[in-house]
């Protein structure tokens, strides 16, 4: 597998991916065949500072001259105290994924929604009219609605088994939120159901409601993406379309490395290279 290590030398910029814990992190292999793939003198390496040692990670990357970096669970809120700038995405979705650092300074941005909306176009899915149900109140749920608002969605719900959580987000996002429980009233005019949760984490996991009545045209993004989950199964026996987050993973991090370096990798290598990285 290529590393970097090949061109190695005093001219070399480095990048990197901070989280705890990050070795199961796909961006290091991700990052480093895009950088060989546009001949780049770059190398990307991956590190886990402790949440309490976030702040000394993040200044001893400024001072040891790193070009960017991305950021992963769980220094994706923490980060944002770190860095000098934003973008106006960060200030909504409440997280970085993606720092820069230019001039001595820090700027931060959050890629998780492009991800997911060039992921939409690249698959053809429009949301123009469209209804759409989250599942899940967490980070990634901030990401994908502020991707949904910026669409022409026609109606957005957020459902989570905590109601308070998905009230919470219904009142930054100005969308509905609607108990768990209930999501049976709206699932039926449902177009997309886009799951942010946890639920298929672990075994034993089933779907949160019941799914008895939707459309035969309803399309299930799951953003778990390296296991079967109830989403998969519900999809598979209703004859649903589903894709899993695979797409977003990967172009999410695409905008990050434009950031860096101003070019727009090849998605496809990417894809190649995760198939083989989660067997």
Same mark, same amino acid.
């Given at each position: 597998? !290529? =590393?970097?290590?090949?061109?190695?030398?005093?001219? *070399?910029?480095?990048?990197?991916?901070? /989280?705890?814990?990050?070795? %199961?992190?796909?961006?290091?292999?991700?990052?480093?065949?895009?950088?060989?793939?546009?001949?780049?003198n $770059?190398? !990307?390496?991956?590190?886990?500072?402790?949440?309490e040692?976030?702040?000394?990670?993040?200044?001893?990357?400024?001072?040891? /001259?790193?070009?960017?970096?991305?950021? =992963?669970?769980p220094?994706?809120?923490?980060?944002m105290?770190?860095?000098d700038?934003?973008?106006?995405?960060?200030?909504?979705?409440g997280?970085?994924? @993606?720092?820069a650092?230019?001039? #001595?300074?820090?700027?931060?941005y959050?890629?998780? %929604?492009?991800?997911?909306?060039?992921?939409?176009?690249?698959?053809?899915?429009?949301?123009?009219?469209?209804?759409v149900?989250?599942? #899940?109140?967490?980070? #990634?749920?901030?990401?994908?609605?502020?991707?949904?608002?910026?669409?022409?969605?026609?109606?957005? !719900?957020?459902?989570?088994? *905590?109601?308070?959580?998905?009230?919470?987000?219904?009142?930054?996002?100005?969308?509905?939120?609607?108990?768990?429980?209930?999501?049976?009233?709206?699932?039926?005019?449902?177009? &997309?159901?886009?799951? @942010?949760?946890? $639920?298929?984490?672990k075994?034993t996991?089933?779907?949160?409601?019941?799914?008895?009545?939707?459309k035969?045209?309803?399309?299930?993004?799951?953003?778990?993406?390296?296991?079967? @989950?109830?989403?998969?199964? &519900?999809?598979?026996?209703?004859?649903?379309?589903?894709? @899993?987050?695979?797409?977003?993973?990967?172009?999410? /991090?695409? $905008?990050?490395?434009?950031?860096? *370096? /101003?070019?727009?990798?090849?998605?496809e290598?990417?894809?190649? &290279?995760?198939?083989?990285?989660?067997?």
């Amino acid at each position: 597998m !290529y =590393t970097g290590i090949e061109m190695l030398n005093t001219k *070399t910029k480095l990048f990197a991916i901070l /989280g705890y814990p990050v070795k %199961h992190s796909f961006s290091p292999q991700m990052q480093n065949k895009w950088f060989k793939k546009e001949n780049l003198n $770059c190398i !990307y390496l991956a590190f886990e500072p402790k949440p309490e040692d976030l702040k000394r990670a993040v200044e001893s990357l400024k001072l040891l /001259g790193f070009q960017g970096v991305n950021i =992963t669970i769980p220094h994706k809120i923490e980060v944002m105290k770190y860095v000098d700038f934003t973008d106006k995405a960060v200030k909504k979705i409440g997280s970085i994924n @993606t720092i820069a650092f230019k001039g #001595g300074k820090l700027y931060g941005y959050n890629t998780d %929604h492009l991800g997911f909306s060039q992921d939409l176009t690249a698959k053809k899915i429009s949301l123009k009219n469209k209804n759409v149900l989250v599942i #899940g109140s967490g980070g #990634g749920a901030r990401a994908i609605l502020y991707a949904l608002k910026e669409s022409e969605a026609k109606n957005i !719900y957020i459902a989570n088994r *905590t109601l308070k959580n998905a009230e919470q987000l219904a009142e930054i996002f100005k969308i509905r939120a609607i108990d768990i429980k209930k999501v049976g009233e709206v699932l039926p005019s449902a177009d &997309l159901l886009v799951n @942010t949760s946890a $639920c298929g984490m672990k075994k034993t996991d089933v779907l949160p409601f019941k799914a008895d009545k939707i459309k035969s045209s309803l399309i299930i993004y799951d953003l778990i993406y390296n296991k079967a @989950t109830p989403f998969t199964k &519900l999809a598979e026996n209703k004859g649903l379309k589903i894709f @899993t987050g695979v797409g977003m993973l990967i172009r999410q /991090g695409a $905008c990050g490395f434009k950031i860096w *370096t /101003g070019k727009y990798p090849d998605i496809e290598i990417a894809e190649r &290279l995760l198939r083989e990285f989660i067997g």
